[in-house]
């Protein structure tokens, strides 16, 4: 039921590789190849068959190029900067240069970091400036030997544009010099994107470098690349560590050194990966027999991405405005000059940027896998979106960091969607992908026009060479498309819904109250009053619902102090295992202990006394990127756990002395912010929801359900502790702080929501309609209930939070509440 669009991340593995390569294991005994024993000698031919194996996918010869394996391209790409044979300043002769295409992946980038340090300068080039340099040195400057580097990528990982290869001859012979400077070009070909959906022939376009990650083309084994090396320059690289295999001979108590004669064993430090090595003989097998080649592969991924790239550039708004803003340097027309990559943003009828993030998040309710962000690509990503150098730093000062989840600042897109084409992927992978691009962006109205258009336009766009594989793992011409089939939306996707993009203003800042603000009291108006209190002992799990509760320096007493993970140690969550939501703890304060019950199983129990003796098996885990220390509570929970989730997965427990530190920027503006200790929750202690919000929301849902929620399940989704009754809905965002009883809360921020939402807490069913929902009733705002913290207790006083009791809140003066910056997807949990 997953539609894969990240090959360019990842590839994914068939599953006749795995059977070969484990049917291999189970036949042979592979030892160390630094052996000599039998199984060492099978290990040390099978890695060298496997290098062959290489050069030859690459249509060259152990004549011509040397492979040295990695641990990924990265790990190859520093290799290069490390032992190339640069000429520092300073020295009598002409120094070297590094020279890179902007448009590159942030590990050649970061290879300047080496040279700076070896006193080597590094040039960046834009790409429209190498296409203009075609210009020869003058002959006196020819003879010049110092050597000089120019890195450049076969296909941009961020919007698929096929650099020429042509460029490697051209400015090996001088023909094209990417900078004026006397010496010896040699060409970094940046291969990792480009190889896993096209062919290279080294035989004709001889770089002199060229790292490769193999999960790229085959999706394993992972952590394992390649250097290939022109044998021209082999020679001339320098080393200065060695490890394990590389030495031929040297002294411990004298500074003596001889390497091996192989470049491939003097640059392999320590035993290589040599089973994961073997495996990749079955993936050159496995990708022959399935696609018979990589022009094949190359043709039919190119087909899927021009069909997609075709309809998608002429989906348009009822006012005629483009649904979405693609970032290509071409056409699409040509599968020499483009890959299977698409990058875009969608854009309201305004033409306003949606955040990739929501995005993201609305794909994956369709079980749509796409990439967000900049892509380890900064270069191309200030290009294409128009991003100055000093918006990145701006950016940065205002909280965003590569990879995380702020899509807009200042309204301004930080990054944008990437989907990509492996060779794996079908007809329908496509077309699902432009169906949920159509439901959540267009009514029927809206699309009826350009679509019959966009149909036409494909019935005579689409190339009649460009071929699809079928489910027969045969080759056959692609599928064209009717305007009946395009607007085949999913039944779940009937609405009309459309996304919001988030509120444009400060999506990076944290939410704080300000340290200047003068906070004033709500004035009039009904008395506020706790409605309900929840708790949820087992993050994930369901909420245990209590009239009166004890508070402790983390929140409500017992909540979220344990986990369930899986067999690897990590976190499980509703978004992996909406099954979650049917297991339900109950705390019983008399027996101390945990009561754990499901449907279909008899209920077992944990004690609520911490278990750190020596029976315990103390861990480090990760709750959305804070570490805890935690303590696994068993084999009967776990074998309970295990039989009614289906899937092997232990339950663990926060232990009590190591509690989490919540982040400084949580908790700005309290006395004592590094007192304040987290559960395992991901945000805040206490997350807080208002009953007459709920209310207008329901309204606002009722509208575009065919079937009306009920309050409760309502309630129980957003998955609070603390439900209030206030006479206004949303009056709750304009609060700095608030007291209930004797207990004292300042607002740290809005809770920004994800697609928990979407899961019925009875049931475990997902309706995928109730985010959207909830963007539209919102205004571009995802943003339901606020995070509340209270102040650490100065004794071990342990204070009682009842339903009934009276809540009084105090105005912030900026009545903005702005959301938590983060990584991470911030929800209730």
Not at 505 to 523: F, Q
Request: with cysteine.
């Amino acid at each position: 039921g997953i539609t894969y669009l990240d090959h360019a991340g990842s590839a994914l593995f068939p599953e006749s590789l795995l059977k070969a390569f484990t049917d291999d294991l189970r036949n042979n005994v592979y030892g160390n190849p630094h052996s000599q024993n039998i199984s060492s000698k099978l290990t040390y031919d099978t890695i060298e068959h496997v290098r062959y194996r290489i050069l030859q996918h690459f249509h060259t010869t152990a004549e011509d190029y040397t492979i040295i394996f990695t641990s990924g391209c990265t790990a190859a790409l520093k290799l290069i900067a490390e032992s190339f044979p640069w000429i520092p300043e300073g020295t009598k002769q002409p120094s070297s240069r590094f020279c890179y295409l902007t448009d590159s992946h942030t590990s050649v980038v970061g290879m300047r970091g080496i040279t700076a340090s070896m006193n080597v300068l590094s040039v960046p080039i834009k790409p429209k400036e190498i296409l203009v340099a075609k210009s020869r040195l003058p002959a006196e400057e020819q003879n010049c030997t110092t050597p000089h580097l120019f890195s450049y990528p076969a296909q941009s990982n961020f919007s698929g544009t096929k650099y020429p290869l042509s460029w490697i001859q051209d400015i090996k012979s001088g023909r094209l010099c990417p900078i004026k400077l006397p010496g010896k070009w040699f060409v970094l070909l940046d291969a990792a994107s480009y190889v896993s959906t096209s062919p290279l022939d080294l035989g004709v376009h001889q770089a002199d470098f060229i790292p490769i990650s193999f999960y790229k083309i085959f999706g394993f084994p992972t952590g394992l690349g390649a250097l290939l090396v022109n044998n021209r320059i082999a020679p001339l690289l320098r080393k200065t560590y060695f490890g394990g295999g590389t030495a031929a001979a040297y002294l411990a108590g004298e500074d003596f050194y001889s390497p091996r004669k192989s470049i491939a064993e003097r640059f392999e430090d320590g035993t290589v990966s040599f089973l994961d090595i073997i495996a990749l003989k079955h993936g050159f097998d496995v990708l022959e027999k399935l696609t018979g080649g990589m022009e094949k592969i190359k043709q039919h991924t190119f087909a899927l991405a021009h069909y997609t790239y075709t309809v998608l550039s002429n989906l348009k708004y009822a006012s005629g405005a483009p649904v979405v803003r693609i970032y290509s340097d071409t056409d699409f027309s040509n599968p020499d000059a483009q890959g299977p990559i698409i990058n875009f943003n969608v854009l309201d009828e305004n033409g306003q940027v949606l955040g990739f993030s929501q995005v993201d998040s609305m794909a994956s309710l369709h079980n749509i896998h796409i990439r967000t962000g900049c892509f380890c690509n900064t270069g191309a990503c200030q290009i294409h979106l128009d991003i100055s150098n000093e918006d990145i730093q701006r950016n940065l000062q205002a909280g965003h960091v590569c990879g995380d989840n702020v899509d807009l600042v200042d309204g301004r897109p930080t990054g944008s969607v990437r989907i990509s084409f492996g060779y794996m992927s079908s007809f329908e992978d496509a077309q699902t992908f432009l169906n949920f691009i159509i439901a959540t962006r267009l009514s029927n109205s809206d699309a009826e026009i350009p679509l019959q258009s966009v149909t036409k336009l494909m019935t005579e766009s689409v190339p009649d060479d460009h071929l699809s594989f079928n489910k027969e793992d045969k080759l056959s011409p692609i599928l064209q498309i009717s305007d009946r089939e395009l607007r085949n939306i999913p039944s779940e996707a009937e609405t009309t819904g459309s996304w919001q993009p988030p509120e444009p203003e400060g999506e990076s800042m944290r939410a704080a109250v300000s340290e200047t603000a003068v906070p004033t009291c709500r004035k009039g108006g009904k008395p506020i009053t706790v409605a309900k209190i929840y708790l949820y002992p087992i993050k994930s799990c369901s909420a245990f619902e209590v009239t009166e509760w004890p508070v402790g320096n983390q929140g409500l007493l017992y909540d979220r102090n344990w986990m369930v993970v899986n067999q690897n140690g990590v976190c499980m969550t509703q978004k992996q295992e909406p099954r979650l939501c049917l297991v339900n703890p109950s705390i019983d304060l008399k027996q101390k202990i945990m009561v754990v019950q499901a449907e279909g199983m008899d209920p077992i129990s944990v004690p609520l006394e911490d278990n750190t003796g020596k029976e315990a098996v103390i861990c480090e885990s990760k709750v959305c990127s804070h570490r805890v220390k935690t303590y696994d509570c068993g084999e009967r929970i776990a074998g309970w756990l295990s039989t009614f989730l289906g899937r092997p997965c232990r339950l663990i427990r926060q232990s009590s002395d190591m509690k989490s530190k919540s982040h400084q920027k949580n908790t700005k503006g309290l006395s004592s912010a590094t007192n304040i200790s987290l559960s395992l929750v991901n945000e805040a202690q206490y997350l807080l929801i208002n009953v007459a919000s709920i209310l207008e929301l329901k309204e606002h849902i009722t509208a575009r359900l065919k079937e009306p929620l009920e309050i409760e399940e309502l309630i129980r989704r957003f998955r609070a502790n603390i439900v209030i009754s206030a006479p206004e809905s949303f009056e709750e965002e304009e609060w700095a702080e608030i007291s209930i009883g004797a207990l004292q809360f300042q607002v740290v921020g809005p809770c920004s929501r994800c697609q928990i939402i979407c899961i019925d807490q009875q049931s475990g069913e997902r309706n995928k309609e109730i985010l959207q929902s909830l963007s539209a009733a919102r205004g571009r705002k995802t943003n339901f209930g606020i995070y509340l913290m209270n102040q650490p207790f100065c004794s071990s006083f342990t204070d009682t939070l009842s339903v009934g009791s009276q809540v009084l809140p105090v105005l912030k003066e900026n009545t903005e509440i702005q959301p938590p910056t983060s990584s991470e997807e911030k929800c209730s949990g």
